[in-house]
Structure formats: structure tokens, C-alpha cells
């Protein structure tokens, strides 16, 4: 994980995963692929998230505007829960960072 505080250098760190934290991780993601692909929102002050899986032979990528931002109504509560997620559990949010 490299993680950038405002106005410094990026800080590399290693996160051993448990198999539990490895499991809720995969869970999440999984849950995160049930985006909705009709999505159009987009914006000039926010955030562009993208999400990217392989299935086979088939790579799918999808990037989309501040998923945080009505994420039920657009169908992404999985996608922003996953960030979320990540978010509390690299610390990050202690940084003083806001996720959107």
C-alpha cells in the first residue's frame, strides 16, 4: 500500500492479512462487481473510483464518478463500501484524508 498524506512523500507500508481480513476483502470485492454498468454520473469536484476484475480470458474494467455520492440510487453502495472498508482498515481516515 502506498499511502500519500497531503503535502508530504508517499509512505510504502506492508499489511500481513489474517485469512478472515483476506475473506472479508474478497467479500467485499464481490460485492463491489455488482456495479451498475448504466451508471452516468460524473462531475468537475470529486473523485473518479475504478474497479477492474478478470473473469477467464475476459478483463473488466469500470471507473466511476464519486461513488459515494447517492451510491444506492446508482446502484455502487457495493463498489463505496468496499472503499470504505479499505479505507478504515489501512488507516488511512487517520490521516486526516475524506474519502468521496
Known sequence: TTLYAPNSEPTN???DLSNSEAQAIIEEYE???RFNALDDASGLDGSYWCIETQRGLTTIEACFFSPGYNSEERG???LYNLGDYLWQFTGLQQMGLRLY
Open 31 to 33: 460485492e463491489a462487481l
Open 76 to 78: 455502487l453502495s457495493g
Open 13 to 15: 507500508e506492508r499489511i
